[in-house]
């Protein structure tokens, strides 16, 4: 029995509607039909655009940790940890201890459903003083939804999930300056083989490779800077079908920011941090309420088979709306923590991305505890906008980690 992609949809927004726009972008480019749709919302009253950018494994733009998730969302600059593969590789090589591992679990959007999670392990170890590895594996599953036929008869139950896992070398160019690179494998199976509208679908898999910069430098012995610039998901398209026309972007990313740290004294510390992220894919055209396109694209077919290498240098100048809407692209994460005597940490964190593109806009808040070679932190997160029903409302991380220093440094 064939399905169509709208009636497929809709079963998996019965299950959740919001888990959907985290995987919706991966699930429509099964057919010609609904890609060439679009993924734009034209507000005919206010003549404004959300035009949305889609891509395929969205749990690689998802915070892992709860220190980052109490930050709003800032890490590429931040205190090199287990989790720098996902903010920055490069802070591996200045990374304080021998070794650590961490872990975060995650109840994602559970005020819509309460089988969502989302998990990820990570860590790193010190190879010399100028060098180091680190590994780390992330899962999301969407929880067990039962697919029905168009006249309603049950056809059985799956379980869509998605996983990545990499590995990174890191490596200081100088005192004070490192480079890291890391090579990723995704997989995301959100049909488990189900036909719909006569075609079959499959789990998709793909490569990516990042590459990140960290600077740090002393300003003196109470102060600190830090600068970091990564780029990340750079690597091969996403097939979710034997249509190799209809493949997904991975999430590219370029993220820079900085740090600045001072030490009031012996026993207090505060950090301050800011990050901008711009997406490396490139914009869709706009479908206009006369049903032409406007944008560098000519249709959505010609945005499919754009490469992924070309659209990420297209991604800085192919907006529709121009540099205002480029502009609109970016994402600002700020944040402050505040340390004492080592031990303990209380931070705060502000997230924000254009309504045109998403509208996530949230406030964060996070403490974390050190004890002997364990490490313990939490987060929340509480949007600024739409709260009522904003599915991301009382999102908790937990974070525990396990530090291992070196013998002879102590």
């Known amino acids: 029995m064939a399905f169509s992609i709208s009636h497929f949809i809709k079963n998996l927004m019965k299950k959740n509607q919001t888990a959907l726009l985290f995987l919706v972008a991966a699930v429509i480019c099964l057919t010609g039909k609904a890609a060439a749709q679009g993924y734009t919302d034209y507000d005919v009253s206010t003549g404004r655009t959300n035009n949305y950018i889609p891509t395929g494994i969205p749990i690689l733009q998802i915070a892992p940790d709860a220190i980052s998730g109490a930050l709003g969302d800032v890490g590429v600059a931040t205190t090199p940890d287990a989790y ?30 309460k089988e969502m999670n989302f998990l990820y392990l990570g860590g790193y170890k010190r190879i010399n003083n100028r060098s180091a590895v ?16 168009i006249s309603g008869e049950e056809l059985g139950e799956f379980n869509p999930n998605e996983f990545a896992a990499d590995v990174t ?47 740090q430098q002393d300003i003196d012995k109470n102060q600190q800077i830090a600068l970091g610039l ?55 055209p706009i479908l206009t309420p006369d049903s ?17 290498i070309m659209g990420a240098f297209q991604s800085f100048y192919d907006a529709p709306g121009g540099m205002r809407e480029e502009l609109h692209e970016v994402t600002v994460g700020a944040g402050a923590e505040y340390w004492y005597a080592n031990t303990f940490a209380a931070r705060i964190g502000y997230f924000y991305e254009h309504k045109t593109k998403g ?3 949230y406030l964060t808040l996070g403490v974390g505890v050190k004890y002997n070679i364990m490490v313990f932190d939490f987060s929340y997160l509480v949007p600024t906008r739409n709260f009522s029903n904003n599915p991301l409302a009382n999102t908790l991380r937990v974070s525990i980690g396990l530090n291992f220093d070196n013998k002879k440094k102590k």
């Open 169 to 215: 070398y890191a490596m200081k160019l100088s005192d004070n300056l490192s480079l890291g690179a890391t090579g990723r494998f995704v997989h995301s199976d959100l049909t488990q083989g189900l036909s719909i509208e006569d075609q079959t679908t499959k789990a998709a898999n793909g490569l990516a490779a990042d590459v990140g910069l960290y600077y």
């Open 84 to 113: 720098s593969s996902h903010w920055n590789n490069a802070k591996f090589a200045f990374a304080p201890e021998e070794m650590s591992i961490s872990t975060t679990y995650t109840p994602w959007l559970r005020k819509l459903d």
């Open 230 to 284: 990564h780029i990340s998901n750079l690597g091969s398209k996403l097939s979710y079908s034997d249509d190799d026309t209809e493949n997904e972007f991975l999430p590219a990313n370029l993220r820079i920011g900085g740090r600045y740290t001072y030490e009031v004294d012996d026993y207090n510390k505060v950090n301050f941090m800011l990050d901008l992220n711009k997406m490396l894919v490139p914009t869709p």
């Open 359 to 361: 509208a996530r806009q």
């Open 292 to 308: 032409t396109y406007s944008g560098h694209y000519a249709n959505m077919t010609d945005y499919r088979q754009t490469s992924s």
């Open 134 to 149: 680190g590994a780390s594996l992330t899962y999301f599953t969407l929880g067990r939804i039962q697919h029905t036929g």
